[in-house]
Each structure stands twice: as structure tokens, then as C-alpha cells.
């Protein structure tokens, strides 16, 4: 937990999921962060979910990771990547509600990416999205869709999961505004590469990219 995160509770439907909220600048922006795969050891407490976290609260930003359904103490039980979606909303709903921030963002890792992308092509307050390794060999992202939010990725060279030839494929398919960047000698799960990650998220906040 950050210095300045705080444990919260929010509903989504029935449930209740936990997450830890740091609120950045008085009606600034605030993202909703999303972790990687429940079933392969992904919570909130990522390695890559963390420096997202970190890079965001750096450049002002209120930020909300939480545990998916049946993750830590958050209610309720895996929902293949479906029911999560209405997770992420409930977060949003939880920010809206809470902080009041004058925009909202989704940032996700893996599996969080996935989930993430189908909340903000669809959810119109979403202004950006920032997708940290993709992991299109798994899934099929082609049939995402992906909103008119800036649309903002990353990857590692050397990722087996989100191999950057077949991302690259997909990334031309995407609508602008957009921006990727290919990190290298850095696999899918940036351990000891945190710090380029973040490096990696400047332009984000710059306002360079896309």
C-alpha cells in the first residue's frame, strides 16, 4: 500500500470488492486500474499494477486498483472475464461517487487489459486507456472494439503473451487518437523493468501521445 492509499469498499451489484484508493488533485483526473489474471496469482498488488499506480498519483491523478470478484476480500467468484467488466464499471461508479473527478481513465495489465478495453469502448466517460502488455495470443482483441478514447500501449519485446508483431497488426486496426511503445528486453511480466515502464507512460501524461 502507497503512503498515500487508503482501503476502500465499493458495491458491484450484490458484491462487495476492495480496493485501495489514492486521491490525487481536487476535481482532477482519477483512473481505475486493472489487475492481471485471478486464476494465475494477478490481485492488486502486481509488480506492473503498482507502477501504474505510481506513475498516475506522480502527475496528479486519483487512482482506484482493486481486487476483481473472488480475489483477496473481494466478493464473489471468477467471472471469466465477463462479469469483471461489471466490476470496472462499479469502480468508475465508486470515483464518480467518491472523489468527483473531472475525468475518468482505465488503465489495466494482462488479463486487466482485456477487461479494461471493453468498459472504455463502450463507456463514453472514459477519456484514455492504457493498456500494459496486451496479452492478444490468449485473447481475441480483434473483436473488442475500442471506443473514441485515446487509446495508449505498451509491451516488451520479448513477450511471448503479446507477441509485437501480431500487437502491432492490431494496433493499426485501432481508431485514433493512439500511441504504442515496444519496451526492450523486457518480457510480460516486467520484473526489475518497472522503471522503464514508467518511464514508458510519460507521454501519457505530456499530452504527446495521441
Known amino acids: 500500500?502507497?503512503?498515500?492509499?487508503?482501503?476502500?469498499?465499493f458495491e458491484a451489484g450484490d458484491l462487495h470488492l476492495e480496493g485501495l484508493l489514492s486521491v490525487g488533485s481536487p476535481r482532477g483526473e482519477a483512473v481505475v486500474l486493472?489487475?492481471?489474471?485471478?486464476?494465475?496469482?494477478?490481485?492488486?498488488?502486481?509488480?506492473?499494477?503498482?507502477?501504474?499506480?505510481?506513475?498516475?498519483q506522480a502527475h496528479g491523478f486519483s487512482t482506484l486498483r482493486f481486487n476483481f470478484r473472488g480475489v483477496g476480500?473481494?466478493?464473489?467468484?471468477?467471472?471469466?472475464?465477463?462479469?469483471?467488466?461489471?466490476?470496472?464499471?462499479?469502480a468508475i461508479a465508486f470515483l464518480e461517487s467518491d472523489v468527483k473527478p473531472g475525468g475518468i481513465h482505465i488503465g489495466g495489465y494482462s488479463f486487466g487489459t482485456y477487461v479494461g478495453l471493453h468498459v472504455a469502448a463502450v463507456n463514453e466517460r472514459v477519456r484514455g486507456f492504457v493498456g500494459v502488455a496486451p496479452p492478444i495470443a490468449l485473447y481475441d482483441f480483434h473483436a473488442v472494439g475500442d471506443g473514441a478514447a485515446k487509446k495508449f500501449l505498451v509491451a516488451g519485446a520479448d513477450d511471448a503473451f503479446c507477441p509485437p508483431g501480431r500487437l502491432k497488426t492490431w494496433f493499426?486496426?485501432?481508431r485514433e487518437p493512439k500511441t504504442l511503445t515496444i519496451?526492450?528486453?523486457?518480457?510480460?511480466?516486467f520484473w526489475g523493468r518497472e522503471g522503464a515502464l514508467e518511464e514508458a507512460l510519460e507521454p501519457y501524461f505530456s499530452g504527446s501521445a495521441g
Open 183 to 189: 519496451i526492450p528486453r523486457t518480457d510480460h511480466f
Open 73 to 90: 476480500r473481494s466478493e464473489g467468484q471468477f467471472g471469466d472475464g465477463i462479469d469483471e467488466r461489471l466490476d470496472v464499471e462499479a
Open 172 to 174: 493499426e486496426s485501432l
Open 1 to 9: 500500500m502507497g503512503a498515500d492509499e487508503r482501503m476502500v469498499i
Open 34 to 56: 486493472c489487475h492481471p489474471h485471478p486464476q494465475y496469482g494477478g490481485t492488486m498488488g502486481n509488480n506492473v499494477v503498482t507502477a501504474m499506480a505510481t506513475a498516475f
